[in-house]
């Protein structure tokens, strides 16, 4: 299933982004700690490269993910040229102030009224860029919520006099033509749900935990897991749940089932897991995207 899902407002965002990294000095990537592969935006590299831009990349909502592995995201990314790499969860004050403090290091001539350090959040949508502003600027500024495209329109703000920070819409690419990368987007509510069939997504993720966290199925819903399908996970929470069809004869709800697991999924109900681990593949992957 490749997923497209460019709406109007993210070409014109394209656009404005492409001229803001034009005068700003770091670019803020937000990943979602649970996937950070998956959730960095190959257009958002080729803009940050076209302008020579150093990055950092925030691990955020990492208070969702396995802190073992965000470790292991982090020593990878760390070794790829002009970027560094924070985890962190946006809800805490304590945690928000490290970006700042990150992208100083990173662009250490701009630390002055005359020349402040200008920060750009970018990243796919529903990753907290907009929570994450909020929380430096410790007011409400920007608007955000439990879907994609929440944020329309670019908002820039000083933080104090040494440094300004620019909040931006949430950036998918064309054609995202990696199913799983485009499963993974939207397993974490990156994808309008108009673009995806949640029972797939909720199948391919119940996937995942089958393979990677087995035990969190059984502890949530109460059934046995062994020798059980993607498929088979999404019917067993129907009938555990009583997600019946009130025609067809009562059979089992599947879409009703599929959104159980997935907000259960999303809402961190079932335990801090990470979907995806820097084995080779990603490594060069990740790697050869910051030449
Ligand atoms: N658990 C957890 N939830 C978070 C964190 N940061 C943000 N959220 C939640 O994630 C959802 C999306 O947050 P936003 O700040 O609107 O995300 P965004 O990246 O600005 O989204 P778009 O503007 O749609 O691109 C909201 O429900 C936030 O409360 C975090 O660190 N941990
Ligand atoms: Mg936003």
């Known amino acids: 299933m490749s997923i497209q899902w460019f709406p109007g407002h993210m070409n014109v965002a394209r656009k404005e982004a492409a001229k803001t990294i034009e005068v700003i000095d770091v670019i803020v990537e937000v990943l979602d700690a649970r996937i950070p592969n998956a959730s960095c935006n190959p257009l958002i590299q080729e803009l940050r490269l076209a302008r020579q831009r150093p990055s950092l990349k925030v691990l955020n909502k990492a208070d969702l993910a396995d802190p073992v592995v965000t470790q292991a995201w982090l020593d990878l990314l760390t070794r790829q040229p002009g970027v560094s790499a924070v985890a962190l969860s946006g809800h805490h004050a304590g945690d928000a102030v490290k970006v700042p403090q990150f992208c100083q290091l990173l662009a250490s001539h701009r630390n002055s009224n005359a020349k402040p350090l200008r920060m750009l959040i970018m990243g796919v949508p529903n990753v907290g860029k907009s929570t994450l502003m909020n929380m430096l600027l410790n007011r409400r500024v920007a608007r955000v919520g439990d879907e994609p495209a929440v944020t329309k329109i670019q908002q820039r703000h000083k933080l104090n006099d040494r440094m300004a920070i620019t909040d931006s819409p949430g950036l998918l690419w064309g054609t995202i033509k990696d199913p799983h990368v485009g499963l993974l987007l939207a397993t974490i509510n990156a994808v309008s749900h108009t673009a995806v069939d949640d029972e797939a997504v909720a199948e391919f993720l119940a996937g995942v935990l089958l393979a990677r966290y087995p035990a969190r199925l059984t502890a949530r819903y109460g059934f046995a897991v062994e020798k059980l399908t993607g498929t088979d996970v999404i019917d067993a929470i129907g009938k555990k749940r009583g997600c019946l069809l009130t025609r067809s004869g009562g059979g089992i709800d599947r879409d009703k089932a599929a959104r159980i697991l997935l907000s ?27 030449v």
């Open 264 to 290: 259960d999924y999303r809402n961190g109900t079932l335990g801090r897991t990470s979907l995806e681990t820097p084995d080779r593949r990603t490594e060069e992957h990740t790697l050869m995207a910051s």
